[in-house]
Nanobody, 119 residues
């Protein structure tokens, strides 16, 4: 089986920075697309950023250039660098990935990590 384990969330002040990590483990042949999404209290889950295996990145417009997605394929790990954080960034952040396991492509989700931005 495959598991995604997220880390790096926490409490920061407005304007601060955090680095989120998501490590994939288990029976993995390779990982294709990887994504970060988030869900604020009382809101629908929304996509934040995506990255291909080759490193091509896409971002949602609301980020205004403050976030950066990256990956380390040798470590099967996804990252999200978050800068200039605002209170409205407060949410549970999730990673998910399209994983080849025993030649089957399956989408997996992590458990989520809480990010809280205070004034």
């Amino acid at each position: 089986q495959v598991q995604l384990v997220e880390s790096g969330g926490g409490l920061v002040q407005t304007g601060g920075s955090l680095m989120l990590s998501c490590a994939a483990s288990g029976t993995i042949d390779s990982i294709n697309l990887m994504h970060w999404s988030r869900q604020a209290p009382g809101s629908q889950r929304q996509l934040v950023a995506s990255i291909t295996r080759g490193g091509s990145q896409t971002y949602e417009d609301f980020l205004k250039g403050r976030f950066s997605i990256s990956r380390d394929n040798a470590k099967n790990t996804l990252y999200l660098q978050m800068n200039s954080l605002k209170p409205e960034d407060t949410a549970v952040y999730y990673c998910n990935a399209d994983v080849f396991s025993r030649s089957r492509l399956v989408n997996y989700w992590g458990q989520g990590t809480q990010v809280t931005v205070s004034s």
